[in-house]
């Protein structure tokens, strides 16, 4: 086809990768053992760049300085007005290498580069103007308590944080953690995705150079099982926040139990619905249930994944939804106009294409896409599937690919309980003009986030999370602050009870 054949020429990204190393104590280091991995382009699977490769003891290291940074540095002692103008004059640097950091990240993820250059590079800095503008408003209570007692709460940083991020949004998960940590005045030690490495580290100079004192944020880059067990069960870091797959998330759990009992919080996986009512303007209600799929090459924790339609539209629905899916665009994600670009890696491009097999295995009918597109790099032609059932595996994991499940209801309180009965909860989508079907769905779905007429609507003043095992705690918002922060009740007696 021409889309496989465009796919041939590799469009060279616009931009050298200049760092490599770990970010520890403000300083570009190699890793303690010499190791380096390779971080590879989604497209061809060729070697971007050899990356220092952080473990147990690297992890040592950033705790140490981030342990110092804490204890005897500035920044939790500066005012909170001086530790908000630097999260600004970063914000300020974001803006100014938007073009640079969106091709970094472009070129070690896969997703189009007007994406990461207009949408997730801007998003990145009004996260942290959002949270340079809590820094000066966070404070504790006055608390009329029981008798002669002046009672007042102290809102203090909890101390080192651990943050281990994915590789779908590497720079707006890094954001979503290093934001409200700064804010309360914590220190980091992040690590990122072994798959996304790069885009981190040039924010991580630029941080720097808008002012960070050194130790404050520690960048790790490496892999989960030594890299991020180190974080999760150490004993001198005080709070873990972990964004990624549910079973990883079990393990952070336990090891964060079985070290220091250090407070954990999980952003975890998804099996959304995203119900289309039968008063649905079909066409809208495609277009939206499309990208509430598609969006980020289908790796979104909260993708519509499984997208519940009413029968009386159903029939069209599918027809539309598949005519969608053969549409979008799909190619170098440097070209302009691309809607879809390659999936991570290997192994997650070998994982879709399986449970592309197992839905076709478990006789849903197959409507469009249902393999890769050209012979190199990782792209998954968009893929509908439609009379799925819900005891399909197709319809209970998470597939995290371009591959829509399109499942049929006849009324209200079936699609409750059907969108209700699954692990996860952590967001829905509803498509309807009645007033009452969205109340009662949003109250009777449990779920974090429930999207009436939109979706993927993730400002940064509002709160996300999960509900079951879709993870524990809310970030974003007003909400992420008491994540990083611990409440100390101080209580003096008073010797004129009076006045
Ligand atoms: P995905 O399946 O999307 O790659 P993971 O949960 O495997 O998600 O990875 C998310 C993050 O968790 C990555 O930074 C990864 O390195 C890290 N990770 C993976 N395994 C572990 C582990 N055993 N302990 C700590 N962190 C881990």
């Avoid at 086809?1 to 041939?8: F, G, I, N, P, V």
Wanted: aromatic share 8%; glycine share 8%; charged share 20%.
């Amino acid at each position: 086809s021409a889309a496989a054949a465009a796919l041939e020429n590799t469009i060279t990204p616009p931009v050298k990768v200049e760092h490599t190393q770990l970010l520890i104590n403000g300083k570009f280091v190699d890793a303690a053992s010499g190791k380096t991995f390779p971080t590879l382009d989604p497209r061809t699977g060729e070697v971007i760049a050899q990356v220092a490769e952080g473990d147990k003891e690297d992890v040592n290291r950033a705790v140490l300085a981030a342990r110092k940074a804490f204890d005897e540095g500035p920044w939790p002692r500066m005012t909170a007005y001086e530790r908000s103008r630097i999260l600004l004059r970063f914000a300020d640097l974001i803006e100014k290498h938007n073009d640079e950091i969106a091709a970094l990240e472009t070129w070690d993820n896969g997703k189009p580069y007007e994406q990461s250059a207009q949408l997730e590079v801007p998003m990145l800095a009004r996260v942290f103007r959002y949270y340079a503008g809590w820094a000066d408003k966070i404070h504790g209570m006055t608390v009329p308590g029981d008798g002669s007692h002046h009672v007042q709460t102290l809102h203090e940083p909890i101390g080192v944080a651990g943050q281990i991020i994915p590789w779908n949004f590497p720079l707006l998960m890094l954001s979503w953690k290093l934001g409200p940590a700064l804010a309360c005045g914590n220190t980091i030690v992040l690590k990122t995705a072994e798959q996304t490495p790069l885009s981190a580290l040039l924010v991580g100079r630029l941080l720097h150079e808008a002012g960070l004192p050194e130790g404050v944020v520690n960048i790790v880059s490496g892999f989960g099982a030594t890299a991020g067990a180190a974080i999760a069960s150490h004993m001198d870091i005080d709070k873990v926040a972990f964004t990624g797959s549910t079973d990883v998330g079990k393990i952070i759990l336990k090891l964060a139990s079985e070290s220091n009992l250090k407070s954990v919080t999980l952003e975890l996986g998804g099996k959304s619905p995203f119900i289309v009512c039968e008063d649905a303007d079909v066409d809208q209600a495609v277009e939206l249930a499309h990208f509430a799929l598609f969006f980020n090459q289908g790796q979104c924790c909260c993708a519509g994944s499984r997208t519940f339609v009413h029968e009386k539209v159903y029939d069209e629905f599918v027809e539309k939804a598949k005519a969608r899916a053969i549409n979008r665009s799909v190619g170098d994600p440097f070209k302009s106009g691309i809607e879809q670009g390659p999936q991570v890696d290997s192994e997650q491009f070998k994982k879709i294409l399986k449970y592309i097999k197992h839905g076709v295995d478990s006789g849903a009918t197959l409507q469009a896409g249902g393999d890769r597109l050209g012979s190199k790099g990782y792209y998954i032609q968009p893929t509908v599937f439609s009379d799925v059932k819900d005891d399909m595996l197709i319809a209970q994991d998470e597939i995290f690919g371009p591959v829509q499940t399109i499942l049929k209801f006849k009324d209200l309180d079936e699609v409750i309980a059907r969108a209700n009965n699954s692990r996860y909860g952590l967001a829905a989508g509803v498509f309807t003009q009645n007033l009452d079907t969205a109340n009662r769905l949003s109250r009777a779905l449990r779920v974090g986030t429930v999207w009436i007429n939109c979706y993927d609507v993730l400002d940064i003043t509002i709160p996300f999370g999960g509900y079951k095992m879709s993870g524990i705690g809310r970030e974003k918002g007003i909400y992420s602050l008491s994540n990083y922060l611990q409440v100390k009740a101080v209580v003096t007696a008073l010797k004129n009870p009076a006045w």
